[in-house]
Each structure stands twice: as C-alpha cells, then as structure tokens.
T-cell receptor
Framework: EDQVTQSPEALRLQEGESSSLNCSYT??????LFWYRQDPGKGPEFLFT???AGEEKEKERLKATLTKKESFLHITAPKPEDSATYLC???????????FGQGTRLTINP | DVKVTQSSRYLVKRTGEKVFLECVQD?????MFWYRQDPGLGLRLIYF???????EKGDIPEGYSVSREKKERFSLILESASTNQTSMYLC????????????FGPGTRLTVT
C-alpha cells in the first residue's frame, strides 16, 4: 500500500531557530514529491516539486531535498510568518492523483 | 491568479439531509478534485474528474457522489449526511498534464448533527 508519513506532527521553534521537517514514503513508483503550505482556515498552497533523488529546491527560507525514501523541508532562520501546516504529497506512477501525508504543524514564536 | 471558490465556508446540516457542496474554478483546468481533511489523517481523496461528465473514485468514495456538468464546476453530493461526514472539505483543480500542481479552494467546514 502506498504510504506517506510526516514527522513530527507538531514542531514549535523560536524565531531564528533552524530545523527540518521529514516526509518518508513507500510507494510503488514515484512520479514526484510535492510540498504544500496550509494556513489556518485556508486551502493548501503549492510550494515545491521534486522528481529525482538528489534534487533540491529553494524558496526564501525554505529548502526541500529528496532521497530515494524521504524528503526534508529545511527551514533556515524562520520567522513567525512561517507558522503553518506543511503537507507532503506524492504522485504515483500512472496516476493523476496525489497521496498526502498528515502534515506537520509548525509554530514559530517571536 | 488561479481562483478556486467553494460555495460555503461553514455549513451545518442534520443527519439524513442531502448536502450539496459546490466548487468553481476560473482557470479552464481539466482536472478537479474533492478531498476531505481530518485531524491526524491528512487529506484523503474522495472523487476526481478529468473532464466534463467524467469521474473517478478516489480513496474514500463511500457515501458521496459527484457531478460535473460544466468544465468549471464540480459538485460533491452527500446523499444522506451522517455524523461521520463532519469534516473539512477541500476542492482543487489542476491542468490536465500537471495533475500534481493542484490549486485549492478555501474549504467548507461541514458539521452534521
């Protein structure tokens, strides 16, 4: 069965304290891994797409990396406005649909 | 900007009622999706559609049906609402060859009492 697991479920950091979120997956044929950000009361917003092991993508204080079994979302010197739930999803070979993890709720304290 | 709108932000219905959730997108996307989001379970796909009048079951279609009569509109129907269908419902759309690049609406929080 295709599975996506995110850890930790929740993470609380001080402003400026860098950390990483993890997304591990077991799928039959990976056709892409995607990171989304979701603010309270809103729908998820697309952040990154990663296709192959070793690939990295960056956007402001966020950097996403991919290996054959997991992806990391690194947050460098975070600010309170980075507080959100971060969702990871995978696209499986032959499918248009995505399989989502349960998300990591990130809180950055000023 | 891509815009996906959902008919209601909050909805309260009684057990046994028929419930319609409407979703409209303005980017001429071929694909449209309905998810539900529950704490600890993440987003789970209910149904999706890749063309007008076409539909495919997702991972949890039981108790739901959908309708897509026009390209821009995708409706989720709860034939007889039950309390275990209390959830956040999210609609998304995407271009046909980039089904992963999904644009989400704001969600409808449905409470069934």
């Amino acid at each position: 069965e295709d599975q996506v697991t995110q850890s930790p479920e929740a993470l609380r950091l001080q402003e400026g304290e860098s950390s990483s979120l993890n997304c591990s997956y077991t799928v039959s044929g990976l056709r892409g891994l995607f990171w989304y950000r979701q603010d309270p009361g809103k729908g998820p917003e697309f952040l990154f797409t990663l296709y192959s092991a070793g690939e990295e993508k960056e956007k402001e204080r966020l950097k996403a990396t991919l290996t054959k079994k997991e992806s990391f979302l690194h947050i460098t010197a975070p600010k309170p406005e980075d507080s959100a739930t971060y969702l990871c999803a995978v696209r499986i070979q032959g499918a248009q649909k995505l399989v989502f993890g349960q998300g990591t709720r990130l809180t950055i304290n000023p | 900007d891509v815009k996906v709108t959902q008919s209601s932000r909050y909805l309260v219905k009684r057990t046994g009622e028929k419930v319609f959730l409407e979703c409209v997108q303005d980017m001429d996307h071929e694909n449209m999706f309905w998810y539900r989001q529950d704490p600890g379970l993440g987003l789970r796909l209910i149904y999706f559609s890749y063309d007008v009048k076409m539909k495919e079951k997702g991972d949890i279609p039981e108790g739901y049906s959908v309708s897509r009569e026009k390209k821009e509109r995708f409706s989720l129907i709860l034939e007889s609402a039950s309390t275990n269908q209390t959830s956040m419902y999210l609609c998304a759309s995407s271009p046909i060859y980039r089904g992963y690049e999904q644009y989400f609406g704001p969600g409808t929080r449905l409470t069934v009492t």
